[in-house]
């Protein structure tokens, strides 16, 4: 046997030529029949006029028996009979799945409704056992709706994002062309729904159809949204929905979205989304933080980013995480490093893996340069140190650090009237600790070739505490490598070769 979901099931409509009401007909367990009842007329879609496609098909959710949660189909379709007033009788096949069934199989809404569809065909009357709905492996939901998950962020995307988002604020009504088959309509459904953790289907209604001008509790269907308060109308290939009528966190929630889908792709996202099979309560308090929490966990650094731009306070611990997110991309870095290089509380042991890259590297640079000519020495001090000693401890070069040095000594000198005392010679170094003779070779070459540099350097030192300590252990760095017969090329100051 095909693998397949055991569902109850009800048949309800009425008899042929006669006056009596709609009704359950036939039920398993019976013993549920005033329950399918009630539920049928719950999720009643309304009535189909003539000439429109069938079934129509509604999926509702409740509790079983069990009190754990269950998910309804209903498939309304039409008969050869008519009642005793010669009217055109109505059926709707009712199957009752379990949450947890259906969050296992990993199956959409088309997939477990054409299975009910399959199904119903063989329904038998009193005394029936329970319903086999049958499907396939490639009727796995990431499967079947992979026809509007186009790889790149396209208009279809950016539809069936803002509709999801919409749907994390309330009720929507797709309206658009809705004379196709049935199960098309159901996957567009089905496809903004996949835009969602997967976990809300365990309370998400939706209807491939409604009677039009009918007030109807699905939270997303087709049909019309006027006279229906709250209820938000998207038109299907028409402009795109208007993005400033979202609540803050639905706008968050789409916006990294999209961030995502153009980082990783509209397959990966959605198979993220689609693992996430925990049951969500879509109308909870908690709905918009629970699903920007899913969405957060296939990329911490994006989400981050997305926090840090809207302003929100970031801790330090959030965005050390999301630094080390394994391939974080280049705009992520640029923001992350410069969130990071601001916050007192941010250490270098996340930055300092990440030096070799040219975002980091420029904004540690940048914020470098910008302590030293408008803030405290002890700021520039404090992260040049802990930036050389993560460096240093994690094995790592002090290339990348050396050329950074160097390359605001460079921009100094550029950029600064002549005159203006160097920072770097002058400030910052009298107060970091001694360079290693052999390292920091361009910060070397740099106070070798220009004129006053080195000088600068050792008369700053002079100020300090203990400063023959402090000059010796510098110019062994400065002139280490540098024999008797080569100290007279160093042109920091006519004394250095005499020291």
Not at 31 to 56: C, I, K, M, Q, Y
Not at 75 to 83: C, E, I
């Amino acid at each position: 046997m095909a693998p397949g979901l055991i569902a109850d099931w009800a048949l309800w409509g009425k008899e042929p030529h006669t006056s009596s009401g709609y009704g359950v007909l036939a039920a398993h367990p019976p013993g549920r029949s005033a329950e399918f009842n009630a539920a049928v007329h719950h999720w009643s879609p309304g009535t189909p006029e003539p000439g429109d496609p069938l079934p129509w098909i509604t999926i509702g959710c409740a509790r079983g028996p069990d009190g754990a949660g269950t998910v309804g189909v209903f498939l309304l379709d039409g008969t050869d009979g008519v009642d005793g007033s010669n009217r055109a009788i109505h059926r709707i096949n009712h199957f009752a799945v379990p949450y947890a069934a259906i969050g296992a199989a990993g199956i959409g809404w088309c997939a477990l409704a054409r299975a009910a569809h399959t199904a119903a065909a063989g329904l038998s009357g009193a005394g029936a056992g329970p319903a086999h709905l049958a499907f396939r492996e490639e009727d796995l939901l990431v499967t079947d709706v992979s026809a509007n998950i186009t790889p790149r962020v396209s208009e279809l995307t950016r539809w069936l994002a803002a509709a999801a988002a919409h749907l994390l604020d309330g009720p929507v009504a797709v309206t658009g062309d809705r004379h196709h088959e049935p199960f098309q309509l159901l996957r567009v459904l089905d496809s903004v729904a996949a835009l969602l953790p997967f976990g809300m289907r365990s309370t998400l209604s939706a209807a491939s159809s409604t009677s039009s001008g009918s007030e109807v509790p699905m939270r997303l269907y087709w049909g019309d949204a006027d006279g229906s308060p709250g209820v938000t109308g998207l038109t299907l290939s028409g402009e795109l929905p208007d993005l400033g009528e979202l609540s803050p966190q639905a706008r968050s929630y789409h916006d990294l979205l999209i961030e995502n889908w153009t980082a990783h792709g509209g397959d990966a996202v959605v198979r993220h989304l689609a693992d996430a099979r925990e049951p969500l309560d879509i109308s909870g308090p908690e709905a918009h933080a629970r699903a920007l929490e899913v969405l957060e966990a296939l990329d911490p650094s994006l989400a981050v980013v997305q926090a840090v731009s809207e302003g929100q306070e970031v801790g330090a611990d959030r965005i050390n995480q999301a630094l080390r997110t394994p391939g974080i991309s280049t705009g992520a870095l640029a923001v992350l490093a410069g969130k990071a290089l601001t916050d007192p509380d941010t250490g270098m042991e996340a930055l300092a893996p990440l030096m070799s890259s040219p975002v980091v590297s420029q904004a540690f640079r940048d914020q470098l340069f910008d302590d030293l000519l408008r803030g405290p020495t002890d700021v520039a001090r404090r992260d040049f140190e802990n930036m050389r000693a993560a460096l240093t401890s994690t094995g790592r070069s002090l290339d990348t650090l050396d050329e950074v040095l160097a390359g605001v000594m460079d921009e100094v000198r550029a950029r600064c009237p002549q005159g203006v005392p160097d920072p770097v010679t002058e400030r910052l170094l009298p107060a970091v600790a001694p360079f290693t003779e052999g390292t920091m070779r361009f910060t070397q070459s740099m106070l070798r070739q220009v004129p006053g540099l080195a000088g600068g350097l050792v008369r700053a030192l002079y100020e300090q505490t203990d400063p023959g300590v402090l000059v010796r252990a510098w110019l062994r760095w400065l002139c280490g490598e540098a024999g008797p017969e080569r100290r007279t090329d160093i042109a920091g100051c006519p004394e250095l070769p005499l020291l």
